[in-house]
């Protein structure tokens, strides 16, 4: 068995969420992955680190682990002989940097590979085009009334059908849904219509990913992490925006951040936008001792109902 070591890592640029990954030239892009070193590596920590700064070129700040990906088979390699191989992965939060031109990294918009995510626009012409229709059918296909109801209420919670709310957090059980129907694919044995392709599985770690930063926004103040230390409250919108994949009401955004004491003013003003200068904000730290759980919070967010 083999252990490996997968970054998500996420940056905001030009109000669009977006993952580094790495390519070899010959198969869809990854995750920057390494394996572990059980002799060498003092902790996977530092492994992971260690991996991101010679495929990336770069030094993480926040780190967090996120799930150990060990089904059977994920790996192509297995079914011919190969080790089962175990992946431990990790969501890094960071501001996008130019990748060193000698490495083959590069930063992807996170929602070429899950259009269906992105509600900033109005519900994605995809759902009704190839999504929905192909849910139902599954459902009509079920072998009974026990397991039609079954699948009924799977399609109705993963993607909003039949009067239910669109859960933005469902990520991962939207994409394991469409995995199912075979509209997405994996580790390239698998032909899927929808959406860029990773390698492997990694775009069901980049769906886990997202849908673990889609919740923790609610709760814990790691959207500053891909802020500038002074920022426009407008900036910080974009970001929790693009992040949730939905819209968010511009005055009750604004006072739930204020009253929530998540910022303070700075005094200062961004000029050359070419209209009014906005005030320069920053992220109030003492807020992490003040209360439990200083997310930003996502006032009348989510897109309407199936």
Same mark, same amino acid.
């Given at each position: 068995?083999?252990? @490996? #070591?997968?970054?998500v890592i996420v940056a905001v640029t030009d109000d669009q969420p977006r993952v580094l990954t790495v390519s070899d030239g010959?198969?869809? &892009?990854?995750?920057?992955?390494? %394996?572990?070193?059980?002799? +060498?590596?003092?902790?996977?920590?530092?492994? #992971?680190?260690?991996?991101?700064?010679?495929?990336?070129?770069? @030094?993480?700040?926040? =780190?967090?682990? *996120?799930?150990?990906?060990?089904?059977?088979?994920?790996? %192509?390699?297995?079914?011919?002989?190969? &080790?089962? =191989?175990?992946?431990?992965?990790? #969501?890094?939060?960071?501001?996008?940097?130019?990748?060193?031109?000698?490495?083959?990294?590069?930063?992807?918009?996170?929602?070429?590979?899950?259009?269906?995510?992105?509600?900033?626009?109005?519900?994605?012409?995809? /759902?009704? !085009? =190839? =999504?929905?229709?192909?849910?139902?059918?599954?459902?009509?296909?079920?072998?009974?009334?026990? @397991?039609?109801?079954?699948?009924?209420?799977r399609a109705a919670v993963a993607f909003g059908l039949g009067g239910a709310p669109w859960d933005g957090d469902r990520v991962?059980?939207?994409?394991? /849904?469409?995995?199912?129907?075979?509209?997405?694919? @994996?580790?390239?044995?698998?032909?899927?219509?929808?959406?860029?392709?990773?390698? *492997?599985?990694?775009?069901?770690?980049?769906?886990?990913?997202?849908?673990?930063?889609?919740?923790?926004?609610?709760?814990? %103040?790691?959207?500053?992490? /891909? /802020?500038?230390?002074?920022?426009? #409250?407008?900036?910080?919108?974009?970001?929790?925006?693009?992040?949730?994949?939905?819209? *968010?009401?511009?005055?009750?955004?604004?006072? *739930?951040?204020?009253?929530? +004491?998540?910022?303070?003013?700075?005094? !200062?003003?961004?000029?050359?936008? +070419?209209g009014r200068p906005a005030e320069l904000f920053r992220f109030r730290r003492e807020v992490l001792l003040e209360r439990p759980? %200083?997310?930003?919070?996502? &006032?009348?967010?989510?897109?309407?109902?199936?």
């Amino acid at each position: 068995m083999e252990v @490996e #070591l997968s970054a998500v890592i996420v940056a905001v640029t030009d109000d669009q969420p977006r993952v580094l990954t790495v390519s070899d030239g010959r198969t869809s &892009p990854g995750l920057p992955t390494g %394996p572990l070193d059980p002799a +060498g590596d003092r902790t996977l920590d530092l492994a #992971l680190r260690r991996w991101v700064t010679r495929q990336a070129g770069m @030094e993480l700040g926040y =780190v967090e682990q *996120l799930y150990t990906f060990g089904d059977r088979f994920r790996d %192509p390699r297995e079914r011919e002989g190969g &080790p089962r =191989v175990l992946t431990v992965g990790y #969501l890094a939060l960071v501001r996008e940097g130019k990748v060193p031109g000698e490495l083959t990294a590069r930063w992807r918009d996170v929602y070429s590979f899950f259009p269906w995510e992105d509600w900033r626009r109005g519900r994605p012409t995809v /759902l009704d !085009s =190839v =999504v929905v229709p192909a849910v139902e059918d599954w459902v009509r296909r079920a072998s009974g009334r026990a @397991e039609r109801a079954l699948r009924r209420e799977r399609a109705a919670v993963a993607f909003g059908l039949g009067g239910a709310p669109w859960d933005g957090d469902r990520v991962l059980e939207r994409y394991e /849904l469409l995995y199912e129907l075979g509209l997405v694919g @994996e580790s390239g044995r698998d032909v899927g219509a929808l959406g860029r392709t990773m390698r *492997l599985d990694h775009r069901r770690i980049l769906a886990t990913a997202l849908g673990r930063l889609r919740g923790k926004i609610t709760y814990r %103040p790691v959207v500053f992490e /891909l /802020l500038p230390e002074r920022f426009t #409250l407008l900036r910080l919108q974009r970001a929790v925006e693009a992040l949730a994949g939905v819209r *968010l009401h511009k005055q009750n955004f604004r006072r *739930l951040v204020e009253r929530g +004491g998540l910022v303070e003013g700075t005094g !200062s003003r961004e000029h050359g936008t +070419g209209g009014r200068p906005a005030e320069l904000f920053r992220f109030r730290r003492e807020v992490l001792l003040e209360r439990p759980a %200083p997310g930003v919070g996502l &006032p009348s967010a989510g897109p309407g109902r199936g």
